[in-house]
């Protein structure tokens, strides 16, 4: 009865601690789920293609107040391991399209692929000498253990019968094999590195070596749905010099941007715009916006790819900073439940307020009436009602002593202008 009593005089003050105490675990869960400040990629070794992607990333993410700690790694195979260790705390990764095995996608999403990686076969040029006679018996670099590089090249050898009679198969760098090649300290070299790659351009402007295509690329493409046919354009390394002196038709598989499931679906948003900034220009191979691309090679997008590649990055993101597009973004789903409960709530009030403070005063009527039919009562059996005028004395002695908003101060003089009248009956 004493909570009761308390909840009746004491409900505005109630409905404000509960209403707090909602907004208070509202933030607290606001805070617990925001995105975190910090995070990191894996790419590939230092001063390879994937490093200096990865250097980018860090600067785009950088003017959101975003930390990437960059991870260099061998390349794809490595990075695949570092995204499946959690305490590696790798949250990001470029993968080479093809390195990726169906038990190796568990527990991984794609946020689409990002730019070619043409494989170039450079071998050192020898006049009266085919390809097939350097790499028999020669030294050929096919890129470091736990490349995705090494991976391609060796299965490409082994598709061709000439894995087992390669003298030599070197695990260097693509810098490394750039200066041995042109050195003449090796015969050839098996490459995967952008357009832009200072060793490509390097190796494609020295006379000492050549670059040799792939001429049954549609076969290979049949046999390995994740490379893509790419033609080098006659002169476009050097127009002067008519370097290449004809088209080469090269192949290339894709990169992907690749993430843990459980990395926080704001920062896969400002990935993928950071993408977009990366990504999205033209070049020798791709077209102007062909990248970032909604394809899911060997991992699957990841529900916030699909919406982006679909309507683009979320609405508050396109007016407000990152962190208070997150915050808003927060407070807009946490309210709308609150809010679906307050409201009800708060439109009762006003009919529940009115409803104990008439409740108040009707009870004191209804006492009013009883001792008014008692008094009626006794009048017609002659009975003493001596005792009738202490307990209207009492009645009105309750109403003086309530606590009435002035709004509702007229029912309050009438009640007791009508015990009043009920004492002037019972005189009388």
Known sequence: MAIRDFLRNNWPAVATAVTTAAIVIAAIVILRTMPPRTIVMATGPEGGAYYEVGKRYRAVLARAGVEVRLVPTAGSLENLDLLHNPRSRVDVALIQGGTVSAQASAGLESLGTVFYEPLWMF?????????LDQLRGGKISVGPVG??????????????????????????SPWAAGEKL???EIDAALILNSWESPTVQQLLADERVELTGFPRADAYVALYPFLTKLVLPRGVADLAKDLPPADVVLLAPKASLVVRKDLHSAIQYLLLDAAVQIHSAPDAFQRASQFPGAEAIEIPLSSEALQFYKTGRPFLHNYLPFWMATLAGKLIVLLIPILGLLYPLLRSLPPLYDWMIRTRILRIYGELKIL???ISAGRRAGRDLSDMNERLDRLEGRANLLRIPVAYASLLFMLINHIHLVRERLHK
């Open 123 to 131: 071998h050192k040029r020898e006049p009266g000498k085919t390809i």
């Open 147 to 172: 490349s995705g590089t090494r991976v391609l090249a060796l299965e490409l050898l082994k598709r061709n019968g000439i894995e087992r009679p390669v003298g030599e198969l070197l695990d260097l």
């Open 182 to 184: 042109v050195a003449g």
């Open 372 to 374: 008014e039919e008692e």
